[in-house]
């Protein structure tokens, strides 16, 4: 028995699981040790079942009359009106019922503040705290948890006792990746999941529609508000073939990120299908979905097949297994269904890829990539290898990177570059331990970190370099901007595989092509790495290792949440200020950012995660990432009110102590990367108002207007060109603010002169209230 059922079964006083009313299932009073486990962290609720989704989905097929992609049938699957809810895709705004929430302890913190703001007494959905994000590896997996746990105790107890009275599931530090944890417990096929991550469509491995939100979405769902989605399109991919030798499932989605780019999957959902998706394992899938926000992609999904039962059945879910079989029609695309757009791989000529440096969508061939990396004068010195991190963890990436150590190790040889191994889960951790695989990697050379992010998200104490000094890192990760790992903007990080980066690590280089070069082992031999080769699951039964799971008390009225008022750490929330019924008038532009402007860049990690929590605090991160088209400098802007430079954070703090509103000015696909809502809880917080761009990534445009800010497109992309550093922007039109009526720029330079402007907005009629309101938080408490 999984924790799975919580989201499909109620758990009735005579012991049965009952199933949409139809379904029965006898829990028996013998379990295995992995089975008390899982039964510690069972909530029974009720919130969808099979019986449930297949009624809607033949609601829907019907109103349409057309065959239905698989996302659209667990999506649609999900709408809180099914016979009345418009649907065009890419138009259209859907109102859904999500099965449940997760967060990770960096966003958890802003979205449980929010959450108790809110005034309700207990969370809607079955929800968990994921802590991952707070452990920085630093010596070594049991030292740096140890360390995290003294450094991070106010914000774990809060979390902690937060969780416990609002009646959310708590995973401590040291239990795995928020995503890894949410495979091997929460995620199955026809399921419909909200985190808090970007990253949390990797969860689509398993046949789910896992979307990553900002905080405030995930106070909806916990509030049992009908969750709003923008209606996506479906991109199809299409996978012929076979995977073979050095290829592995990480090449498909670093394939289709050279082909559709950072923001080529905006506003869509990636539905991977055809007679290839069988040679990818679980896991594999779950790999590929969850790099699928690196594209922009709303989430991505494979369907329903023996892999996902086998995966199931290992992680001590058969009975959903069998129930998923009984409904697979449900949890495969209709054949005849149409995408927007069709993407075609044949795996059997796949090649082994790594994509980078400085974005992930920059795709190389391995067999190219040295002599790319000479004509560019990219670092060829691989300085660190890094494998694990949530997209590639699981038991097969361990076992084949394992599998190439040993040959290293056979002939004598060790890494070349320093190597370092996240594991995902506690689960895994004790799994690969007990079989082998950890004590190979670390006599290889390897470090094994904690089961949390660490590297991955820059939560890195790098001591062989300094700042500013040119290196390469290859990481089998899913994110490569600049800084991120380390904070160093010097440093040229390409992903990969594990079995790429294992391979590049022990060479030491990046023109060392695995599939054809030599090594020199101790004795002065050449030879050859073999294809890795790993099992997908263990042979025998998961190791399950620690029980870090807290599971909510049934009566939580004894339970404090306390927030000290001088901590630096937890601010409790203020609400923002509602609009004034008058146009924006005269906004001074605070900075015009050139170029790419990640979330990293608006609101760094790293350092700055201890302060995610304290919204004061944090806010001295605002855009010291971005770079001013005005001088080519981060963090250096100038003051219109007193023509002096200083950072931005500063600036901004000075307008509004000033009583001035600022605006933004972007490029495309503003906001890109992860879904942290601080980016724009911050440009709030500090006085801003209106952020425009050429084009907005989804989560962060979801993120502003949540926050009561605007959001706006050019209508012309060209009139970026127009917009001047010293410039004071008025947006006009707000008294008849409505869906699809663009609104005007007044834009005002030091000349004198002006121009107008025409700005875009997708706000619907609900989102417009949250502006009116000051965000969507205060909406929800005028609507109580």
Request: proline share 5%; hydrophobic share 35%; with cysteine.
């Amino acid at each position: 028995l999984s924790t799975s059922f919580q989201t499909i079964a109620t758990l009735r006083k005579d012991g049965n699981l009952v199933l949409g009313g139809a379904r029965r299932l006898h829990v028996s009073a013998a379990f295995n040790a992995k089975a008390k486990v899982a039964m510690s962290r069972f909530e029974p609720s009720s919130s969808i079942n099979y019986e449930e989704l297949h009624e809607k989905i033949n609601i829907v097929r019907k109103r349409l009359n057309r065959p239905l992609t698989l996302s659209e049938k667990i999506v649609y699957g999900h709408l809180d009106d099914p016979a009345g809810q418009e649907i065009a895709r890419g138009r259209t705004y859907l109102r859904l019922r999500p099965d449940r929430v997760a967060m990770q302890d960096a966003t958890a913190q802003m979205a449980m503040l929010q959450f108790i703001s809110s005034g309700l007494p207990r969370v809607a959905v079955p929800t968990t705290i994921h802590c991952d994000h707070l452990i920085e590896a630093q010596i070594g997996g049991v030292e740096d948890l140890k360390r995290a746990k003294e450094v991070n105790q106010e914000v774990y107890n809060f979390l902690a006792t937060a969780g416990a009275k609002y009646g959310v599931g708590f995973w401590k530090p040291g239990s795995g990746i928020i995503h890894q944890i949410i495979l091997e417990n929460y995620a199955y096929p026809g399921v419909m999941l909200i985190g808090t991550d970007s990253h949390t469509p990797n969860g689509g491995g398993l046949g789910s529609v896992c979307i990553g939100v900002g905080g405030a979405d995930a106070v909806d769902v916990m509030a049992g508000i009908p969750w709003e989605l923008k209606c996506p399109n479906v991109i199809g991919v299409k996978l012929t073939g076979r995977l073979s030798g050095w290829t592995s499932p990480k090449d498909v989605i670093l394939k289709v990120a050279g082909i559709l780019t950072v923001k080529g999957g905006t506003g869509a959902i990636v539905e991977y299908h055809g007679p290839g998706v069988d040679s990818v394992s679980c896991t594999g899938m779950a790999t590929i979905c969850n790099m699928g926000a690196e594209i922009g992609a709303t989430t991505s999904i494979f369907p329903y097949n023996h892999r996902m039962k086998t995966y199931l059945n290992k992680t001590g879910r058969a009975d959903i297994a069998a129930l998923a079989d009984e409904y697979k029609e449900d949890l495969v695309p209709d054949p005849g269904c149409e995408y927007d757009q069709v993407i075609e791989i044949n795996l059997s000529e796949l090649k082994p890829h790594i994509n980078g440096p400085f974005t992930p969508d920059l795709a190389h061939p391995v067999s190219e990539i040295g002599a790319v990396a000479e004509k560019n004068g990219w670092p060829l010195e691989v300085k660190v290898g890094l494998i694990g991190s949530c997209t590639n963890s699981s038991y097969e990436d361990m076992g084949r990177a394992a599998s190439l150590a040993k040959q290293a190790l056979d002939r004598g040889l060790k890494c070349k570059a320093a190597f370092t191994v996240t594991p995902g889960s506690e689960q895994i951790r004790a799994t690969i331990e007990r079989d082998g695989f950890s004590q190979i990697l670390r006599d290889v050379g390897g470090v094994v970190l904690a089961n949390a992010c660490g590297p991955c998200i820059g939560q890195w104490d790098r001591k062989d370099v300094k700042k500013g000094e040119k290196n390469t890192i290859v990481t089998s990760y899913n994110r490569n901007f600049t800084s991120r790992n380390d904070a160093n903007p010097a440093t040229h990080a390409f992903v990969t595989s594990p079995e790429i980066v294992t391979a590049l690590a022990i060479a030491g280089t990046l023109k060392f092509n695995p599939e054809t070069d030599y090594l020199v082992g101790a004795n002065g031999e050449r030879f050859k790495l073999e294809p890795p080769n790993g099992d997908e699951l263990p042979a025998r039964e998961f190791d399950p290792g620690q029980d870090t799971y807290q599971h909510p008390p049934a009566d939580s009225t004894s339970v404090r949440v306390d927030v000290s008022p001088t901590s630096t750490r937890l601010q409790l929330l203020e609400p923002f200020d509602k609009w004034n019924g008058k146009d924006l008038e005269d906004l001074p532009v605070l900075i015009k950012v050139k170029g790419k402007c990640t979330t990293d860049h608006i609101s760094a990690a790293g350092p700055w995660l201890k302060f995610r929590g304290h919204l004061d605090n944090i806010s001295n991160n605002l855009l010291i990432g971005a770079v001013n088209v005005d001088n080519n400098a981060v963090n250096k802007i100038k003051n219109q009110l007193t023509g002096e430079y200083g950072g931005v954070p500063d600036v901004a703090r000075h307008y509004k102590a000033s009583g001035l509103s600022w605006v933004v000015v972007g490029d495309d696909n503003y906001g890109e990367g992860s879904s942290r809502e601080h980016a724009a809880l911050e440009p709030r917080h500090l006085g801003g108002r209106v952020i425009i761009v050429k084009s907005f990534a989804r989560i962060h445009e979801t993120n502003l207007k949540k926050q009561g800010m605007l959001p706006l497109t050019f209508a012309d992309p060209a009139d970026y060109d127009r917009i001047r550093p010293d410039d004071k922007i008025s947006i006009t039109g707000l008294a008849n603010f409505s869906p699809g009526k663009p609104l005007k720029g007044v834009v005002k330079h030091g000349d004198g002169s002006q121009d107008i402007i025409t700005l875009n907005h997708t706000f619907n009629d609900n989102q417009i209230e949250w502006f009116h309101a000051g965000s969507a938080l205060n909406r929800m408490k005028e609507l109580q």
